[in-house]
């Protein structure tokens, strides 16, 4: 499985931005996917998780209720929509895929995610 992560870019404090993650390759099977981040000096975080139905899922204190993640139709492409962001948001952002998976499962662990995208730089200026 290839993913490919983008939508970042620089926006101002109390603004809007959406990030997209397409996968591509075994996108017949169910996945779980999320997005991570990783700020200059810090380690990489857990940012927000969806189940391949997208019936769950799961982010972080620090996102919840500025934050949703969603997936298309099609299933193979993920969005995360980031609403009043603050500049503590900024980082690269990644998305990973894990499974396949038979349930609605999703996982906030990083070391069970097997696939990972490029990531995509968002900057949140003050």
């Known amino acids: 499985v290839q993913l490919q992560a983008s939508g970042g870019g620089l926006v101002q404090a109390g603004g809007s931005v959406r990030l997209s993650c397409v996968a591509s390759?075994?996108?017949?099977?169910?996945?779980?996917m999320s997005w991570f981040r990783q700020a200059p000096g810090k380690e990489r975080e857990f940012v927000a998780a969806?189940?391949?139905?997208?019936?769950?899922?799961w982010y972080a204190d620090a996102v919840r209720g500025r934050f949703t993640i969603s997936r298309g139709d099609a299933k193979n492409t993920m969005y995360l929509q980031m609403n009043s962001l603050k500049p503590e948001d900024t980082a690269v952002y990644y998305c990973?895929?894990?499974?396949?998976?038979?349930?609605?499962?999703?996982?906030?662990?990083?070391?069970?995610?097997?696939?990972w995208g490029q990531g995509t730089q968002v900057t949140v200026s003050s």
């Open positions: 390759g075994r996108t017949s099977e169910n996945y779980a």
């Open positions: 969806i189940s391949w139905g997208g019936a769950s899922t």
């Open positions: 990973a895929a894990s499974g396949p998976y038979y349930s609605d499962y999703c996982t906030t662990v990083a070391d069970e995610y097997d696939y």
